[in-house]
């Protein structure tokens, strides 16, 4: 499967899109999600056990786990990177929702801000972050295009991003989670 083809046709279909990296040996026991999933391993490999039958994909392949469905998912010694869809029936994604979602995935969480019209020069992480504004607002730039992101909106910035951040007037509150995705 072409990874722009497949971002494309998860936008097309509502999905939130995540990049996802998950480390070697992890084992979720049965659980369901809030949400739809769909998923294109990119590298790695992954086993979903769905009516105790277990699957495995790797590199180029999707799965789609639907929101409510029990599951086990199982990665492999090397670890799995994904490009993930997420669709949340109904109401918005919600803090703890998201809070939720980082947990499940490695992050490390933390709450935080910054002063009204605080600005970074470009630079890029050695991690993954994800950020949920809770207030005010932000510009993040990055491949030649800037998106602002206000209360309740979500961004993500994968390991060497190369980014350029602004705050707005007003200062900004979030949500950020923060992991690293090789070893060190």
């Known amino acids: 499967m072409d990874i722009t083809e497949f971002d494309m046709g998860l936008r097309r279909d509502g999905y939130r899109v ?50 409510g469905t029990m599951h086990a998912e199982h990665v492999g010694a090397e670890g799995v990177a994904l490009l993930s869809g997420r669709r949340r029936a109904g109401a918005p994604l919600t803090r703890e929702a998201f809070e939720s979602d980082l ?3 490695g992050f490390d969480i933390t709450h935080g801000g910054q002063k009204a019209c605080f600005t970074e020069d470009q630079h890029a992480h050695d991690f993954d972050v994800r950020i949920m504004v809770l207030g005010g607002e932000i510009t993040l ?6 998106t ?6 979500c961004c993500e910035i994968p390991e060497g991003c190369q980014h350029t951040t602004q705050v707005g007037p007003e200062g900004v509150a979030y949500v950020v989670g923060k992991a690293y995705r090789h070893a060190s």
């Open 141 to 146: 730039a990055r491949d030649g295009k800037s």
């Open 18 to 67: 995540v990049n996802t990296g998950v480390k070697p040996n992890l084992i979720a026991p049965n659980h369901c999600h809030d949400f739809d999933a769909k998923s294109l391993v990119l590298g790695g490999e992954i086993t979903i056990t769905c009516n105790n039958t277990a699957v495995t994909y790797r590199a180029g392949q999707c799965f789609a786990v639907p929101c």
């Open 148 to 153: 602002t992101f206000k209360p309740g909106d």
């Open 103 to 105: 947990r499940r995935e």
